[in-house]
């Protein structure tokens, strides 16, 4: 399967839509608050700048991914900043439904990759938490470090590495595919988080129909 560049979407075959291939990254959200501001959005900023888990830093009057970060997913963004990036890239946040159709496919299988956990077999397929993490990431890895976790349509670390939100509505908004905190057992299972509160362990990606 061909590994695509970061920014690129991926089909969901028979599904009629598309989805980043992988989580947004540091690099990418800056260029989008240098666009268009750190706003505030139901009481909250779009990004949570001065929090010590933000990998994006304001220099010169912009804003700029910490170096040695600039392709790890993004967080401590909010539900909100998340939906204006995707519209600010001519795209949207997936549904509930789009996001676990891209990330586990049609054959009911129990993880991206299959039914076998993220450690087992030849090497880990995802970044989630290890009392002596083996992958040397202690946090969040580079998009797209576990190629032995891609989905069925192509789209990486769908399952652990940072939480994602996805489209909803009323108070809460749900968080999928679980982080490098989540434990084996939690990962896949989908929380309800407030989405004007910015975290450490949740980013996003985007979708976009056919």
Partial sequence: MHKPLIGE??????FGFYID???????EFAEFLNARGNREESGSRWFELGDEEALIERRSGGFTARAGFEDHPVVEIT???AQRYCQWKGKRLPS?????QAALGADGRR???GQDGPGSGAGHRANYYQDFPEDGYEKTAPVGSYPQGVSPYGAHDMVGNVWEWVDGSGDERAILGGSFESGE???????????SLPMGETGFRCAQGE
Avoid: C, K
Wanted: proline share 11%; aromatic share 22%.
């Fill in 9 to 14: 979407m991926v089909p969901v075959t028979g």
């Fill in 21 to 27: 291939a992988f989580e947004v990254t540091n690099r």
């Fill in 79 to 81: 539900w909100f900043g």
């Fill in 96 to 100: 509930f439904s789009e996001w676990e």
């Fill in 111 to 113: 993880y991206p990759w």
């Fill in 185 to 195: 057992e939690s990962l896949g299972t989908p929380f309800e988080a407030d989405p």
